[in-house]
T-cell receptor, first 111, second 113 residues
Framework: GEDVEQSLFLSVREGDSSVINCTYT??????LYWYKQEPGAGLQLLTY?????DMKQDQRLTVLLNKKDKHLSLRIADTQTGDSAIYFC???????????FGKGTTLSVSS | KAGVTQTPRYLIKTRGQQVTLSCSPI?????VSWYQQTPGQGLQFLFE???????NKGNFPGRFSGRQFSNSRSEMNVSTLELGDSALYLC????????????FGQGTRLTVV
């Protein structure tokens, strides 16, 4: 079945760039998402990209999609301590529903 | 504008009991989805409702059910609770089913003892 995989941990220093990687198996995935979850909170949608796009930039966030390799990455520029959270990659063949999530990458930012 | 509201925030139930969780979507949002989050399985899609109809269903046993009311509020029910049902249950709302932006509530933490 469909699967989404992410590395579990990433540790960076404040001010550095963070790159969180994700791979997925479903070649019919049309929508790819990045969500952020802070302790005790729900999921916050950060950004999404359609499968016909290679890149999307939104302020400090850059999403890169390599559809051939089924690889998605999220780059956070000038990482801040407030960016410390769990980041989830998700994919769907239908917009906004039946999302398949990765296990999440815990980003730790040290000052 | 109020976000997605889930009640209660925390719940403790005994094995064999049943439980009902509630989700009020963002005003104007008509599509509601439910997800289960556990440390072992991560986030898994339960079901989606739109216009009081279930549009989509994940791979969960029939003990898990839901419904949506005419005001778009949704409830999910779990019958004959098992220890493994202990999880954070998250609700997400979006304007329409085909809308890419789903907004999540803070979740209901269910503990089954």
């Amino acid at each position: 079945g469909e699967d989404v995989e992410q590395s579990l941990f990433l540790s960076v220093r404040e001010g550095d760039s963070s790159v969180i990687n994700c791979t997925y198996t479903d070649s019919s995935s049309t929508y790819l998402y990045w969500y952020k979850q802070e302790p005790g909170a729900g999921l916050q949608l950060l950004t999404y990209i359609f499968s016909n796009m290679d890149m999307k930039q939104d302020q400090r966030l850059t999403v890169l999609l390599n559809k051939k390799d089924k690889h998605l990455s999220l780059r956070i520029a000038d990482t801040q301590t407030g960016d410390s959270a769990i980041y989830f990659c998700a994919e769907s063949t239908q917009a906004g529903t039946a999302l398949i999530f990765g296990k999440g990458t815990t980003l730790s930012v040290s000052s | 504008k109020a976000g997605v509201t889930q009640t209660p925030r925390y719940l403790i139930k005994t094995r064999g009991q049943q439980v009902t969780l509630s989700c009020s979507p963002i005003s104007g949002h008509r599509s509601v989805s439910w997800y289960q989050q556990t440390p072992g399985q991560g986030l898994q899609f339960l079901f989606e409702y739109f216009s009081e109809t279930q549009r989509n269903k994940g791979n969960f046993p029939g003990r898990f059910s839901g419904r949506q009311f005419s005001n778009s509020r949704s409830e999910m029910n779990v019958s004959t609770l098992e220890l493994g049902d202990s999880a954070l249950y998250l609700c997400a709302s979006s304007l329409e089913p085909e809308n890419t932006e789903a907004f999540f509530g803070q979740g209901t933490r269910l503990t089954v003892v």
